[in-house]
């Protein structure tokens, strides 16, 4: 088939995970509950892009997102974890305004969606494989690929003088 | 009909959980969560376009890439930031956060 297949029960399927597991992130009251439930949901983002054929990406999400971001975000929930319960409601005043704010959201990007002529799918599938991609990444993506290790270090740099212990008497 | 339409609703519908998440939570590291949810979102939207629209030889794959890098430094900076308000405030919830209230 054209354009990359598309078995629609695998998007199905796909779909329904991320989303249930999107919705659990955001629902859940135990922030540990949530952090688990993000867990699965950037797995079923991974499982989306093998199916969209795009192995590179898949591959690196389930080592940056399922095992070094979630990794990170534990650690900060375990750091700062704390009683407050009543603070984890669900519905508190803010929610009266974020929800038919989200709404809107989506109601816009759908009406683009709907509007949009995305036109057919396209003649081959443009999935140029880890070779080609890593040729393209070091060959006319260089300057972009050296510009984010200068952010990754300068991250990095950051986040160590930001969250070090302040030296005492000094 | 075009199956592109799908992966796209599926973005926009994952986006919108992230923005609600975003916007009603207070717990700040859940808010950090929910940012990470958007680029998801953000991330399977150009990754589809790529593979059923193509013409640009796999810059959608390489862009989802960049912006998973950048998302982990983000994620880094911000849970840095919330770990040294952590020790100052005692507090991770955003409303706790009033020094320049009037």
């Known amino acids: 088939m054209p354009g990359g297949d598309f078995h629609p029960w695998l998007f199905v399927i796909v779909a329904a995970w991320v989303l249930v597991c999107g919705l659990g992130v955001v629902v859940f009251k135990k922030i540990m509950y949530s952090a688990v439930s993000m867990v699965f949901c950037f797995l079923g983002v991974a499982f989306a892009y093998a199916l969209l054929n795009a192995e590179l990406v ?3 999400q389930i080592l940056v ?5 979630s990794i990170v975000i534990i650690f900060a929930i375990m750091l700062t974890e704390m009683q407050e319960g009543g603070y984890a409601l669900f519905f508190n005043r803010q929610a009266v305004f974020a929800a038919p704010l989200a709404v809107a959201v989506a109601a816009v990007l759908t009406a683009v969606l709907v509007t949009a002529d995305i036109g057919d799918v ?13 040729r393209l990444l070091f060959d006319r993506y260089v300057f972009p690929f050296e510009l984010v290790s200068l952010v990754l270090l300068a ?4 986040a160590i003088v930001l969250a070090r212990r302040e030296e005492e008497g000094s | 009909m075009n199956p592109l339409y799908w992966w796209l609703t599926l973005a926009v519908l994952l986006f ?4 609600y998440g975003a916007l009603a939570r207070r717990n700040v590291i859940l808010v950090i969560m929910c940012l990470e949810l958007m680029l ?8 589809a376009a790529a593979q059923f629209r193509g013409g640009s030889e796999g810059a959608g794959s390489l862009f989802a890439l960049f912006i998973i890098t950048l998302a982990a430094a983000e994620v880094t900076v911000g849970l840095a930031i919330v770990i040294a308000n952590y020790r100052n405030k005692r507090t991770v919830q955003a409303d706790r956060f009033d020094e320049l209230k009037g």
């Open chain 1, 58 to 60: 898949a591959i690196v």
């Open chain 1, 65 to 69: 997102y399922v095992g070094a971001i």
């Open chain 1, 122 to 134: 396209g003649e081959k599938a443009l999935n140029p494989g880890v070779k080609a991609l890593s």
């Open chain 1, 155 to 158: 991250a990095m740099i950051g």
């Open chain 2, 16 to 19: 919108c959980i992230g923005a």
């Open chain 2, 40 to 47: 998801n979102a953000v991330n399977i939207a150009l990754v």
